[in-house]
Structures are given as C-alpha cells and as structure tokens.
C-alpha cells in the first residue's frame, strides 16, 4: 500500500472547471477515483493503468479526463462542465498490482485518499 494525497478540490459554479491531483508515496499500478455524495452510495469515477488507458463512468465520460504521470506518482481528474451532481467528495485510490480494466469495484484497489471536497453551485 501506498500513502495517497489529493489536492484541488473546492467550490464552482456550474459549467466551470477543477483538476483534481493525487500524489502517492510510492509506484502504483493502477490510480482512479471515486465519489461519493451526501446520502448517496459510493460510485465509481475513473481508472487508468500504468500506459496511460483511462476508463471513465458513464455518468462523467465526455466531460472528466484522467492522466497520470508516472515519474511523479501522480495522477490527476480534470473535470470540465461540471453539474451540481457532480458534488461530492473525490476519492484517490491505487492498487499497488496489475489488474485488468476496466473495474469500478473499490474492493480492487488497496490505498485509498482522505477524499477533497469538490462542490457545485447551480
């Protein structure tokens, strides 16, 4: 496991923009993130393995794009025309092992962030 550090969060109106990075204190195989908003269950966001291929949820797919960079352990969520229902708190996690994607299980990834808080005024 790795220690996972997200950054950018913070309040939009709708239709802007945020990024979102998540820096990990060592080499990861697979990083992505999830959400989750209030009274709402965990959802999947996106996942992108070492070479770079990024799987999206359909909900963001279009309007988020996730890249990492592998010298710096970092991987990051660019999201663009955001939507109120895109409040949540984003997630950072990591799986340290190769696994196939796509995958939106969270059982599959072993490191997990502390979450910044992404908020969407209409």
């Known amino acids: 496991q790795v220690q996972l550090k997200e950054s950018g969060g913070g309040l939009v109106q709708a239709g802007g923009s945020l990024r979102l990075s998540c820096a990990a204190s060592g080499r990861t195989s697979i990083m992505g993130w999830f959400r989750q908003a209030p009274g709402k269950e965990q959802e999947f966001v996106s996942a992108?393995?070492?070479?770079?291929?990024?799987f999206h949820a359909d909900s963001v797919r279009g309007r988020f794009t996730t890249s990492r960079d592998n010298a710096k352990n970092t991987v990051y969520l660019q999201m663009n025309s955001l939507k109120p229902e895109d409040t949540a708190i984003y997630y950072c996690?990591?799986?340290?092992?190769?696994?196939?994607?796509?995958?939106?299980?969270?059982?599959?990834?072993?490191?997990w962030g502390q979450g910044t808080q992404v908020i969407v005024s209409s």
């Open positions: 992108i393995n070492w070479s770079g291929i990024a």
């Open positions: 996690v990591s799986r340290s092992t190769a696994y196939e994607l796509p995958t939106d299980n969270p059982r599959n990834f072993d490191s």
